[in-house]
């Protein structure tokens, strides 16, 4: 009985900070499907990576908050102005008006040759992956299973960006961190680590930022991860 009234008390917590927290209210406000929205839009407005007429795709998309920042970005419809967005995640998803949505792992082949058919010939501009793993709460295993996600995110972006594009990826802080950080540097030429407002002070997230590919082929590390068909310094 002790558990159960402890974790309704933690509940009680939770609902009360979410509701009362002022991102939750503005999402509402301005009709964003979750506070979401708001880290990306302060990672894109401090570094300024969103543009007119770009391809961004959007790794771990659902419910759709980051795909509706990136469409509101630059809404001109029916102009070369217009952001283009592909959206990817394991969950389904409401569509969003200008998003192409596929549902699927992006670890599998399958998903995988969906998503490089969808976004075709054209180089991507920006790459953005709010992916994260289902919680077990044991940090060793959490921090693999984020660690892989993260290396899948680099693998795309190694394969499919622009040689000036940018990824935007989220990380957990604590084991493997540093080596994720390493990851990006062999990856970019700058990187940056950014921990927006609107994520919670108690969440281990943050946000790396690697921008403009490095003019050198990704080779395959010890892990057997990150063999690529094409040169970092290719462009569109």
């Not at 979750?34 to 771990?60: F, H, S």
């Not at 992956?129 to 899948?152: F, K």
Request: proline share 3%; hydrophobic share 45%; charged share 25%.
């Amino acid at each position: 009985m002790k558990v159960k009234t402890k974790s309704k008390k933690v509940n009680k917590a939770w609902l009360h900070d979410h509701l009362t927290d002022p991102y939750v209210k503005l999402a509402q406000k301005e009709g964003y499907r979750a506070r979401a929205a708001y880290k990306l839009k302060e990672i894109d407005e401090t570094l300024g990576l969103i543009r007119p007429g770009q391809l961004v795709v959007d790794l771990g998309a659902a419910p759709g908050a980051w795909s509706q920042y990136l469409r509101r970005r630059h809404p001109a419809r029916g102009t070369a102005a217009t952001v283009r967005v592909i959206a990817l995640d394991v969950l389904a998803m409401e569509p969003i008006e200008g998003v192409h949505f596929i549902q699927g792992d992006v670890r599998d082949e399958a998903v995988q040759a969906l998503l490089a058919a969808a976004v075709g010939e054209r180089l991507v501009d920006v790459v953005v992956s709010d992916m994260a793993p289902n919680l077990s709460g044991i940090a060793a295993s959490d921090a693999a299973r984020m660690a892989d996600l993260v290396e899948t995110a680099l693998d795309f972006a190694a394969l499919h960006l622009v040689a000036t594009g940018a990824l935007v990826c989220k990380v957990f802080h604590g084991s493997g961190y540093s080596q994720l950080v390493e990851r990006f540097k062999q990856q970019f030429r700058v990187v940056k680590a950014i921990k927006p407002a609107a994520s919670r002070g108690k969440s281990a997230e943050t946000f790396l930022v690697g921008i403009g590919l490095k003019d050198t082929r990704v080779r395959v590390d010890e892990t057997g991860r990150g063999a690529m068909s094409r040169t970092a310094g290719s462009t569109s």
